[in-house]
């Protein structure tokens, strides 16, 4: 299946500092509201790459599907977005026959997302509450890559040209609740 995704994590937190009213330090009441009330969240999202598969750049079986022949592994040990396999495991079958490449024999790059949240909550009144917060999506800018050009014969074939994800993105907010 090319939804086969060998391991996946995801994982919510969130971690209340230890300051203000009713906590470890600096608890005196005169600072609790500046310095109390202070929470940092995120999701992190940590998984294995998903299968594709290997064709051709220009068909052989007169408009059917072309799939290569392959003759090694085709995972590199080291690969990176320049050169993601080794195209020159994979070579056009003779015409009117079909290759011997199955389905999903290698697998894209993997995925990291870290989502961050900074949070305050006050209490301003005994029913009127506020809370600000700072998210930040992909907090860490990672790029996660997209498939690489898996069509032998591409000039682009083995490469990666694309993004799945977008840049950091942050977001202020505030809320009263009352």
Same mark, same amino acid.
């Given at each position: 299946?090319?939804?086969?995704?060998?391991?996946?994590?995801?994982?919510?937190?969130?971690?209340?500092?230890?300051?203000?009213?009713?906590?470890?330090?600096?608890?005196?009441?005169?600072?609790?509201?500046?310095?109390?009330?202070?929470?940092?969240?995120?999701?992190?999202?940590?998984?294995?790459?998903?299968?594709?598969?290997?064709?051709?750049?220009?068909?052989?079986?007169?408009?059917? &599907?072309?799939?290569?022949?392959?003759?090694?592994?085709?995972?590199?040990?080291?690969?990176?977005?320049?050169?993601?396999?080794?195209?020159?495991?994979?070579?056009?079958?003779?015409?009117?026959?079909?290759?011997?490449?199955?389905?999903?024999?290698?697998?894209?790059?993997?995925?990291?997302?870290?989502?961050?949240?900074?949070?305050?909550?006050?209490?301003?009144?005994?029913?009127?509450?506020?809370?600000?917060?700072?998210?930040?999506?992909?907090?860490?800018? !990672? &790029?996660?890559?997209?498939?690489?050009?898996?069509?032998?014969?591409?000039?682009?074939?083995?490469?990666? !040209?694309?993004?799945?994800?977008?840049?950091?993105?942050?977001?202020?907010?505030?809320?009263?609740?009352?």
């Amino acid at each position: 299946s090319g939804f086969d995704v060998k391991q996946r994590f995801v994982g919510s937190w969130v971690y209340e500092l230890p300051f203000g009213s009713g906590k470890r330090w600096l608890n005196g009441e005169s600072v609790s509201r500046l310095i109390g009330g202070w929470q940092v969240a995120g999701i992190t999202t940590l998984s294995t790459g998903r299968p594709y598969s290997v064709t051709l750049n220009q068909g052989v079986n007169n408009g059917a &599907p072309s799939w290569p022949n392959r003759f090694c592994d085709g995972n590199l040990s080291n690969p990176d977005p320049a050169l993601w396999f080794n195209t020159q495991c994979f070579v056009a079958p003779p015409a009117n026959t079909y290759g011997n490449v199955a389905r999903g024999v290698l697998y894209g790059p993997s995925t990291v997302d870290w989502d961050l949240s900074l949070v305050k909550n006050t209490v301003i009144r005994e029913r009127l509450r506020a809370q600000i917060r700072l998210d930040a999506f992909n907090a860490f800018n !990672t &790029p996660n890559f997209g498939f690489p050009n898996a069509a032998i014969g591409s000039p682009l074939a083995g490469r990666i !040209t694309s993004t799945i994800n977008d840049n950091r993105d942050l977001q202020l907010a505030l809320r009263l609740e009352f």
